[in-house]
């Protein structure tokens, strides 16, 4: 079982809709959950945290993590073109070497 | 803002050669971080450092070594550079290490 695995995608949606990215990861003892935003040759740029269950919103942003079930999404309101980028999810794994682990990404294409 | 800069953008080098890849953080924080990105594979962990002069092998350190002689600077180091190197490194860093990561702009880095 990949560490944590993501829908290979890619991702269209119109504009103006919701984009719905989901991440499930295997390590039932992970802490923390980002979501990134690569845009093609670009670095990844982090546009949302969470710590905790449940959903943490952040302008057209939400995230939400359920640790029972072991995922976390990325919810985007309103998408815009601008938004069409690759995203990635990455956790921490628990322990006192934690690292990031990311997963491979999903590609979102939002159409005018 | 955090600051991570990488010395270079893009950068050709040949087989054999021994390559230096630069990476300074301005922010003061603990933990620094080489990642490769690869079409299909996604962001691999090379090595990291939570410390100076101390270092962890990530997931994929075979052919590379690394450097932390002082807090903001971290170095990856291939020692005899060869083909399937070539690839897209990325440093990072955080203050904490459940805390996100920064990322620099990255280095495109060919091996001929």
């Known amino acids: 079982q990949k560490e944590v695995e993501q829908n290979s995608g890619p991702l269209s949606v119109p504009e103006g809709a919701i984009a719905s990215l989901n991440c499930t990861y295997s390590?039932?003892?992970?802490?923390?959950f980002f979501w990134y935003r690569q845009y093609s040759g670009k670095s990844p740029e982090l546009i949302m945290f969470?710590?905790?269950?449940g959903d943490k919103e952040d302008g057209r942003f939400t995230a939400q993590l359920n640790k029972a079930s072991q995922y976390v999404s990325l919810l985007i309101r309103d998408s815009q073109p601008s938004d069409s980028a690759t995203y990635l999810c990455?956790?921490?794994?628990?322990?006192?070497?934690?690292?990031?682990?990311f997963g491979k990404g999903i590609t979102l294409s939002v159409r005018p | 803002d955090v600051k991570v800069t990488q010395s270079s953008r893009y950068l050709v080098k040949r087989t054999g050669e021994k390559v230096f890849l630069e990476c300074v953080q301005d922010?003061?924080?603990?933990?620094m971080f080489w990642y490769r990105q690869d079409p299909g594979l996604g962001l691999r962990l090379i090595y990291f450092?939570?410390?100076?002069?101390?270092?962890e092998k990530g997931d994929i350190p075979e052919g590379y070594s690394v450097s932390r002689e002082k807090k903001e600077r971290f170095s990856l180091i291939l020692e005899s550079a060869s083909t399937n190197q070539t690839s897209m490194y990325l440093c990072?860093?955080?203050?904490?290490?459940?805390?996100?990561?920064?990322f620099g702009d990255g280095t495109r880095l060919s091996i001929l």
């Open positions: 990072a860093s955080s203050f904490y290490r459940v805390e996100p990561q920064h």
């Open positions: 390590d039932r003892g992970s802490q923390s």
């Open positions: 969470i710590y905790s269950n």
């Open positions: 990455a956790v921490t794994k628990a322990g006192a070497n934690s690292k990031l682990t």
């Open positions: 922010m003061d924080h603990e933990n």
């Open positions: 450092s939570y410390d100076v002069k101390m270092k």
